[in-house]
Nanobody, 123 residues
Framework: QVQLVESGGGLVQPGGSLRLSCAAS????????MGWFCQAPGKEREFVIS????????YYADSVKGRFTISRDNAKNTVNLQMNSLKPEDTAVYYC????????????????WGQGTQVTVSS
């Protein structure tokens, strides 16, 4: 199994940037599809962005296209989320996720979740 720990959240002004990191430990990290979800108060957890285990495909929610970028560094067992042009509506807890399958294409939940990191976009 995989354990996931997020970091990098915080308070940022609208239009600013943050970079979230997810540190993974456990077996065969490189074989997992990785992604990020977010959950705002009173709302369901939503898909944000993901990358396949080989890095050959990425998926984006429409709301973050052109603003967010995902990358993975298998040597460091990390996946990163670069968040640019942040908006107040991006405020949420962001969760790192890992899946055995390409969970976006398969339309299934990821298999593992981190504890989340708070992102607040406000003046």
């Amino acid at each position: 199994q995989v354990q996931l720990v997020e970091s990098g959240g915080g308070l940022v002004q609208p239009g600013g940037s943050l970079r979230l990191s997810c540190a993974a430990s456990g077996r065969t990290f490189t074989n997992y599809n990785m992604g990020w979800f977010c959950q705002a108060p009173g709302k369901e957890r939503e898909f944000v962005i993901s990358i396949t285990w080989s890095g050959d495909r990425t998926y984006y929610a429409d709301s973050v296209k052109g603003r967010f970028t995902i990358s993975r560094d298998n040597a460091k067992n990390t996946v990163n989320l670069q968040m640019n042009s942040l908006k107040p509506e991006d405020t949420a807890v962001y969760y790192c996720a890992a899946g055995y399958s390409d969970f976006v294409r398969a339309n299934v939940p990821p298999d593992y979740w981190g504890q989340g990191t708070q992102v607040t976009v406000s003046s």
